[in-house]
């Protein structure tokens, strides 16, 4: 059986010229595919790993393409990795899934079939499934998920979700939207990849629906990572408490909650314990921030720069030497500043950045390489 997958694969890859292109992927899906279907055993929607055309494991997902959390930033994709030969249809039941491939190769069409609640002798049921479509160089531009809207004869099928990726002149991406395309893009969250006039990575946006942005991922002269920064959208949820929403830079280690302030804030800090003891320090270059035994912790391995009383309205003043010293050492050694509001609780002491600095760092029109200063 699997052979004769391997061979219905190879004949939908050899369709001729005819056959050829995916065409749109803003189609009517009730309308019949032009290419011949390659039905499989895998159902979608189902949490399972699959076997690879390389021989890896394939996670399969319910989107066709997605944005990882963390690391790599750019598109996953999963089912054009997965060897679709190793999963043929089962003898006794119809297939779950069918496929569509154009002469070159590429999946143009996925359709998912309700095989449970009909009798052996009425067809499957199309329930969904999604359509890709590829730019003339073959990359992929846009994936659109279709559902079953209207359960009639002739059922209705409409577009539910989609994703659409945009490149330049090059081929480089250079925006991933989880929406529409064209204008509709701007009404949905989007990811924007800024590049130097070589094609270089140099900035990752994060916006959100509104288009503001919420993160930016600065990359090196090597095109690795470097500094991330979080805007004023991302802000409160970092920490930034009783001073409101300002972006800044993200330390790297995070082991205690952020506070994120402008520099007049340090004149008056908020938010201490009453009648505590408080201290402001700095946590020596060599010691681990998340190290599970604390080690940061022990004031051997901390310089004190403002040490005080807070009031009783919950404040610690420092003295303009102090707020000069402790501004100074944020902007030293970034992520290494604490404020002891009382011997058992601290924050991350983190500077603001200005406005006009992350207006030009959050720009994708800026090519600056030191639009984040």
Known sequence: MRRQLALALAAALHAGAALAGCGPADVDFTAPPAWPAVPVSVALGQDRV???????????????????????????????????????????????????????????????????????????????????????????????????????????????????????????????????????????????????????????????????????????????????????????????????????????????????????????????VPDADWRIVRIAADVALDDPEDASWNPATQAVLARGVVDPQGRAALSAEEQARVWDAMHEAPGRIFWYRDPMTRVQLVPAMPQARWRACADPANLAADACG
Not at 60 to 72: I, K, N, Y
Not at 167 to 175: I, K, V
Not at 201 to 227: E, F, H, K, M, N
Not at 255 to 268: C, I, S, T
Request: aromatic residues 8%; glycine residues 10%.
């Open 50 to 272: 699959l076997l690879g055309r390389d021989g890896a494991r394939v996670p399969a997902r319910q989107a066709p393409v997605w944005l990882a959390e963390a690391g790599d930033p750019m598109p996953q994709t999963w089912m054009d990795r997965v060897d679709w030969a190793a999963y043929p249809p089962h003898a006794d039941s119809p297939a779950p899934t069918r496929l569509y491939f154009d002469a070159a190769g590429r999946l143009c069409r996925v359709e998912s079939y309700d095989t449970g609640q009909r009798g052996r002798a009425s067809p499957p049921l199309l329930s969904g499934g999604f359509a890709l479509e590829y730019d003339a160089a073959g990359a992929l531009v846009r994936a659109v998920e279709y559902d079953q809207t209207a359960y009639r004869a002739p059922p209705v099928y409409t577009a539910v979700r989609q994703a659409c990726l945009k490149r330049d002149d090059r081929g480089a991406l250079t925006e991933f939207v989880g929406g529409g395309c064209g204008d509709a893009g701007k009404t949905a969250a989007a990811r924007r990849y800024v590049r130097d006039a070589s094609g270089k990575l140099l900035r990752v946006i994060d916006s959100t629906a509104t288009g503001a942005a919420v993160s930016v991922q600065a990359y090196d002269a090597q095109g690795r990572p470097s500094q991330r920064y979080a805007g004023p959208e991302a802000a409160p949820g970092s920490g930034a408490e009783g001073d409101g929403a300002h972006p800044h830079a993200v330390p790297a280690a995070q082991p205690d909650p952020l506070y994120v302030l402008e520099r007049k804030r340090l004149a008056n800090l908020a938010d201490g």
